[in-house]
């Protein structure tokens, strides 16, 4: 009984890891803040040359917090019952000490699962507009683009968005 009740624990820690958020759909080119919509944007049709993978650094530090937040209190949990399974299924004081050391460590793992920078895919774009070549890199997918014409989607000063043109399979 106990070598299942540890097995499910480490089984729970492990599972932690999954809850590890991509930041990969959320930064392309065709993702907006709530702040964005409904605001007037210039758009530009532009003549994709060339996509080029990238890789992308983005910050991690949200996804990281979180995981310690669950990461303690699924190793609280664990902890607890494992520390009255021992106790021979009456031990109070063992609960509440597995359930300390549990939640430190699963703190601990939650912390180790997600670094404070994530490294996801990305697209370096070539594209030509009004005779002059550019690049554009940012997250996404190589197969969301294809060349050809693609829309430039630009809110701000130096910010410029190309809209996917093409669609994984």
């Known amino acids: 009984m106990k070598n299942k ?3 499910l624990s480490c089984v729970a820690l492990l599972a932690l890891s999954g809850c590890v958020s991509s930041n990969q759909d959320k ?8 702040g964005e919509l409904n605001q007037q944007q210039s758009v530009k049709v532009v003549t994709i040359k060339q996509v080029l993978g990238a890789k992308v650094t983005v910050d991690n530090t949200n996804a990281n917090s979180s995981n310690k937040v669950v990461g303690g209190l699924l190793g609280a949990a664990t902890g ?13 004081s063992g609960a509440v ?4 050391v549990g939640g430190t460590l699963g703190t601990v793992a939650g912390d180790k699962i997600s670094e404070q920078t994530e490294v996801i895919d990305g697209v370096s774009i070539v594209y030509e507009l009004e005779g002059n070549t550019y690049t554009s890199t940012q997250a996404g997918k190589l197969c969301e683009f294809s060349a050809g014409s693609a829309y430039l989607i630009s809110m701000g000063a130096n910010e410029t968005r190309i809209q996917p043109n093409a669609n994984c399979k």
């Open 97 to 100: 000490v597995g359930g300390v």
């Open 5 to 7: 009740i540890l097995s």
């Open 27 to 34: 930064l392309g080119g065709n993702v907006y803040n709530t």
């Open 80 to 92: 607890a019952v494992v520390g009255y399974a021992l106790g021979g299924g009456s031990s109070k």
